[in-house]
């Protein structure tokens, strides 16, 4: 990668993430999804799509002892999300494949808990970037039902898969998770008091039996509307942001 590389704090600094300045980079959203899953100390953890292994490597610093591994089709990146592994001190294998296409070693494999963060941005609807990097992160090449599949498949029986999608994908998601997940739980996350929520993160676990769970929203910032350029999280999202905190819902698995 000849573009410009920087260094990242997350979780106060206890996580140092490297990242092109230009093209994706990974925000709060990764931190979220890696504050959903009820991971335990020991466990296998599956992340799609993992760019520069943020998620990841956020849910090790909450969760010492994982066995991370990711995969991600653009190559740069995933050099990056191995160097941020060894940085950090965990145990990150870092795979650069595509995920419709996982190499045959990883079709005999399932984990205990399967993440990811797709691309948000269906391209037959919008604009696409100049950036080739944050295009293939933010623009939805493989079918939102092509990474359910695979999470699908990847997870063990009884084990989770979490994924943070924009709120207006939900019937998406919904429709496309395959028949083999049950216990659905959505998490919104509502901006601010009064407006929608503009993001969720859906969890399933495969043999799953329990009813649908709509979880109440998680409010992220204070006030209704931005009044100055300070941080206004609330106390929760601070904690989960700033502390590496599980969201409430996290750990009723």
């Not at 959203?29 to 890696?34: E, G, R």
């Not at 006030?223 to 009044?227: E, L, P, S, V």
């Given at each position: 990668m000849t573009e410009k590389i920087t260094e990242n704090e997350y979780l106060s600094g206890r996580v140092i993430i490297r990242q092109p300045t230009n093209g994706y980079r990974a925000g709060v959203?990764?931190?979220?999804?890696?504050a959903s899953v009820p991971a335990k100390p020991g466990q296998s953890v599956l992340e799609l799509g993992t760019g520069v292994g943020t998620a990841a490597l956020c849910l090790e610093a909450r969760i010492s002892g994982l066995k991370l591994t990711g995969v991600e089709l653009q190559p740069d990146y995933a050099t990056l999300a191995a160097e941020n592994g060894v940085r950090n001190g965990a145990e990150f294998e870092v795979v650069t494949a595509d995920l419709a296409h996982l190499p045959n070693p990883f079709r005999q494999l399932r984990y205990d808990h399967v993440i990811a963060n797709p691309p948000y941005f269906n391209r037959q609807a919008g604009y696409s970037?100049?950036?080739v990097g944050r295009e293939t992160a933010m623009g939805e090449d493989t079918p939102l039902a092509t990474w359910l599949s695979v999470a699908a498949k990847r997870v063990k029986p009884k084990g989770f898969v979490t994924f943070i999608h924009r709120a207006e994908r939900l019937a998406d998601i919904l429709q496309h998770l395959p028949s083999a997940m049950g216990?659905?739980?959505v998490m919104p996350f509502q901006p601010r008091i009064g407006r929608d929520a503009h993001l969720i993160i859906v969890r399933a676990r495969h043999s799953g039996r329990a009813a649908l769970r709509l979880h109440a929203p998680i409010l992220m910032h204070q006030?209704?509307?931005?009044?100055s350029d300070?941080?206004?999280y609330t106390p929760d999202v601070r904690a989960i942001l700033r502390d590496g905190a599980a969201l409430p819902a996290a750990l009723r698995g």
């Open positions: 959203d990764a931190v979220l999804l890696a970037s100049h950036d216990s659905v739980q006030g209704a509307d931005h009044r300070a941080q206004d």
